[in-house]
């Protein structure tokens, strides 16, 4: 349901001391999907139109639970005559047994997951408004055509200048109906599970992270060629797993608001995982995090880091000539081996 839908036990004559109070069934992702105001006590629960709170599920008794307040304030429920039972703080009740609620004040009754709220217990702090999907929706021009820029530039950069024009468009498109698609499914996960279909800010999302992925692979060579840095660019590598968790995290917050910390543990241990993998698929490489040369060189007006002459670079390869020696000799006896068994 997209909004709470609010009924009413009959009204009776309640005292005084009386807390007020509301049962609430809760749906998959913890929210309230249905508000019953509590007038009286006990409180009867069940499929029953007799029940103060009726609920739709077959696997409840006619009157299936109760609710009582007992003298000193706390709330107890009862088990009536049922089948399925019912659970209170992971104490598994039977027909007939009673338990106090906990802290929090939920409780379950055959598949159905309720909460006890009364005027008592403490309200959780005024969470801010979302920002309005117009606000979303006018953001989105400026980042599509920054991404169509970045994506356009990277093609040029690469292809001869007579190219024709249609040499250019499966670089541009496809990223474009990648981030469309993307934003799509996200919409309807987060329309099945919120019952809203915010399209714009999910694509925004996408937008975003994209745009600063294309700058940061063109800024991390500018600046590793600037300053003679060649490992930075080491982060090229990490930041993509790095910046896919977090996209994945983003998205999760608006489609499972609930459940934040859950789903921030799982991503965090796939990308730790994913990383450690990467590393271990490069130990056979000469190098881990990164190569220690630069595979293209930006505009030599970049260059801030002082030359250095030839025999710098002769001299560092002096002890790759004893290692190259040294494979060409086990090589050798492994050929002189095959020819001897021959």
Known sequence: MDEHQQGQVMPTDSPASSPAAVVELLGRDGRAVLVQRVTHWPVRIGRSPACDIVLDDGHLAAEHAELQLTPEGRVQLKLLDSRNGGTVGGQRLAAGDEALLPPGGGFQLAGSSLRLRTSADALAPEQVLIAHESYHWAALPGLLLLMLCLQWVDRWSAVDPDSRWVDYAMPLLAPLAFVLGWAGLWSLATQLFQHRFPFATHLRRVLIVVCAMELLDWALPAVAYSLSWPRLLALLALA???????????????????????????????????????????????????????????????????????????????????????????????????????
């Open 240 to 342: 993509t797993p790095i910046a896919i968790a977090g996209l994945v995290a983003w998205h999760a917050r608006l489609v499972w608001p609930g459940a934040t910390r859950i789903i921030g543990g799982g991503i965090a241990a796939l990308l730790v995982l994913g990383l450690g993998l990467q590393i271990g698929s490069r130990q056979d490489q000469q190098y881990v995090f990164g190569p220690s040369y630069l595979a293209s060189l930006p505009p030599p007006a970049l260059r801030l880091a002082s030359p250095k002459p030839p025999q710098d670079l002769i001299e560092s390869l002096k002890p790759l000539k004893a290692e190259l020696q040294r494979q060409a000799r086990k090589d050798n006896e492994g050929f002189e081996s095959d020819d001897t068994a021959e």
